[in-house]
T-cell receptor
Framework: LAKTTQPISMDSYEGQEVNITCSHNNIATNDYITWYQQFPSQGPRFIIQGYKTKVTNEVASLFIPADRKSSTLSLPRVSLSDTAVYYCLVGDLSGSFNKFYFGSGTKLNVKP | NAGVTQTPKFQVLKTGQSMTLQCAQDMNHNSMYWYRQDPGMGLRLIYYSASEGTTDKGEVPNGYNVSRLNKREFSLRLESAAPSQTSVYFC?????????????FGPGTRLTVL
């Protein structure tokens, strides 16, 4: 399974766009990139997933360059409620069962 | 739908005691997982069940056993609890064959072993 590297923590202010980058140099051809969000005392929550180029949903955007060795989660106009830990996962979705490993994540602190 | 439910929410054990953490999902998912999360750390996969009737080890299976009782329920057992097993335990489930591996997590069980 591809190992991921993320910054341990980031600070931002309300209303700013936040970009969290994840490195996955050993990503395999069949691997997808998935991001989860975790609030204190709660289980993680799926945010977004992609394979290449750009994926956007109502919560975030995911940018994946052509070499796929990194990815960037973009959160537009963050608010205090976006303070959480964000996990980048890489894993194979080609089989009938999929297992992912969580790293340590990036703790995002949004300030007023 | 309740999603993924876990019982108990909190538990305190003495070293050497045993207990079973219960997990159930009502989303008709095939795959279920048990994770542990130590303070300030990410989640580590203990065991998983790809489908009813199958279980496999994850990253940190030592000291644990699991049972996939039926499609809905996946339990985690500590036969002889140790202080190193003090952690928050999360159960999760995911649909099989989905184009998105979205895992749905329960609220967690906070376990303290004295």
């Amino acid at each position: 399974l591809a190992k991921t590297t993320q910054p341990i923590s980031m600070d931002s202010y309300e209303g700013q766009e936040v970009n969290i980058t994840c490195s996955h140099n050993n990503i395999a051809t069949n691997d997808y990139i998935t991001w989860y969000q975790q609030f204190p005392s709660q289980g993680p929550r799926f945010i977004i997933q992609g394979y290449k180029t750009k994926v956007t949903n109502e919560v975030a955007s995911l940018f994946i360059p052509a070499d796929r060795k990194s990815s960037t989660l973009s959160l537009p106009r963050v608010s205090l409620s976006d303070t959480a830990v964000y996990y980048c996962l890489v894993g194979d979705l080609s089989g009938s069962f999929n297992k992912f490993y969580f790293g340590s994540g990036t703790k995002l602190n949004v300030k007023p | 739908n309740a999603g993924v439910t876990q019982t108990p929410k909190f538990q305190v054990l003495k070293t050497g005691q045993s207990m079973t953490l219960q997990c159930a999902q009502d989303m008709n998912h095939n795959s279920m997982y048990w994770y542990r999360q130590d303070p300030g750390m990410g989640l580590r996969l203990i065991y998983y069940s790809a489908s009813e009737g199958t279980t496999d080890k994850g990253e940190v299976p030592n000291g644990y056993n699991v049972s996939r009782l039926n499609k809905r329920e996946f339990s985690l057992r500590l036969e002889s609890a140790a202080p190193s097993q003090t952690s928050v335990y999360f159960c999760a489930s995911s649909p099989q064959g989905s184009s998105y591996n979205e895992q749905f997590f329960g609220p967690g069980t906070r376990l303290t072993v004295l």
